[in-house]
Every structure is written in structure tokens, then in C-alpha cells.
């Protein structure tokens, strides 16, 4: 089946510096690449997905690449705030979804 | 719409107990999912579902069993519970088309002792 690994697993980043999430998938079927922003005590909320045909997409200050040759996908958030502190999960899917083991970003005001 | 509900928020099992824990969407989606969640883990894919009367096991299914009566409900039962059942179970659904977005319910918290 699809394993996905996620680095790093902690991240702490001054506030408005950017911060840059990677994940690695092993199934080249995989053609699906959502991310996940899982605040404490709190659902997983999806926040930017791509697809297998796509190279990079962005919404506002997030921005997900896809490398399909390398299969590894990257989240970067940039001007990050105080509010962009949570854990974040990357998943791969061929059907279903693979999540990584998650990264707890940290914003130091 | 209400979305992805769960019941209960939060239960105590004694080991060997037996609950099951409800999830409902009103969103008309045909695939519903299970997954559970370890203090600082990702999530565990337990059983799915891709319509009613069709249940399948996912990466964790030992200790769980799960019927689809309906396009809403997807109830997951626990027979016997065990400490190592202890985690937060999420329930999550999507509909079909070319959007593959997964919506979670808020999370039962359960704790065996």
C-alpha cells in the first residue's frame, strides 16, 4: 500500500517568515494530494489540495508543489502568523487516503 | 447543513466493554470513513465505506466492525475494548466527482481503562 512520510515532525518559525512543510509518497499511482490543518482538540480542516496533473497551485499565502517525478509534495506558508500555529498533515491517495505522521508548526510572536 | 456529526464527544469504557460510535452526514455522500488517531499521530484509516450495504477494512480494522444501512449512518462498534483502543476517532465522508475532499466530524474522544 501507500506510505507517505512527512518532515519535519516540529517546526518553529518567526512571525511573518515563511515555513516549508515535506512530504514523500512510494505509489506513483497516488493522484491526489490534499493537506490538512489540524488545530489542538480540533478536526482536521482541509486547507489546499492538488492534483497529479498540477505542478503547484496557491491560495493566498499557501502554496502547495508536486513533484511527480521525485513523488514528494511540499506546503509552504509564507508571512506566517499567529494563527498558522497547528499541526499540519499532508495525505496521498489512490482512492484512499495515506496521511503523514503530521508537523507541529510553532509561530514565535 | 449540519455536515459530519459525531456521537458521543467523549466515553469511558472498562476493558471488555462494548459502544458504538455514531456518525451521520447530511451531505448525500456515498463514501464514509473511519479513522482513529493516536496522541501525536497521524490518522489510522479503520474501515470505509463507498455506499450503502458496502463496507470494506482499511489499514486498522482488528477489534472494530461497521455497518452502512443507510447513505447517512455509518455507525463503528467496539466488541471487547482494550487500553489500546484508547484514541480519538474521527469519522469523515466525500462525495464523488472529481472534488476528493474528505469533511471530518468533530471526533469522539475514547479512553479504555
Known amino acids: 500500500g501507500e506510505n507517505v512520510e512527512q518532515h519535519p515532525s516540529t517546526l518553529s518559525v518567526q512571525e511573518g517568515d515563511s515555513a516549508v512543510i515535506k512530504c514523500t509518497y512510494s505509489d506513483s499511482a497516488s493522484n491526489y494530494f490534499p493537506w490538512y490543518k489540524q488545530e489542538l482538540g480540533k478536526r482536521p480542516q482541509l486547507i489546499i489540495d492538488?492534483?497529479?496533473?498540477?505542478g503547484e497551485k496557491k491560495d493566498q499565502r499557501i502554496a502547495v508543489t508536486l513533484n511527480k517525478t521525485a513523488k514528494h509534495f511540499s506546503l509552504h506558508i509564507t508571512e506566517t502568523q499567529p494563527e498558522d500555529s497547528a499541526v499540519y498533515f499532508c495525505?496521498?491517495?489512490?482512492?484512499?487516503?495515506?496521511f503523514g505522521t503530521g508537523t507541529r508548526l510553532t509561530i514565535i510572536p | 447543513n449540519a455536515g459530519v456529526t459525531q456521537t458521543p464527544k467523549f466515553r469511558i469504557l472498562k476493558i471488555g466493554q462494548s459502544m458504538t460510535l455514531q456518525c451521520t452526514q447530511d451531505?448525500?455522500?456515498?463514501?464514509m470513513y473511519w479513522y482513529r488517531q493516536d496522541p501525536g499521530m497521524g490518522l489510522k484509516l479503520i474501515y470505509y465505506s463507498v455506499g450503502a450495504g458496502i463496507t470494506d477494512k482499511g489499514e486498522v480494522p482488528n477489534g472494530y466492525n461497521v455497518s452502512r444501512s443507510t447513505t447517512e449512518d455509518f455507525p463503528l462498534r467496539l466488541e471487547l475494548a482494550a487500553p489500546s483502543q484508547t484514541s480519538v476517532y474521527f469519522c469523515?465522508?466525500?462525495?464523488?466527482?472529481?472534488?476528493?475532499?474528505?469533511?471530518f466530524g468533530p471526533g469522539t474522544r475514547l479512553l479504555v481503562l
Open positions: 492538488i492534483r497529479s496533473n498540477v
Open positions: 495525505a496521498a491517495s489512490i482512492g484512499r487516503l495515506t
Open positions: 469523515a465522508s466525500k462525495g464523488t466527482g472529481k472534488r476528493e475532499t474528505q469533511y
Open positions: 451531505m448525500n455522500h456515498n463514501y
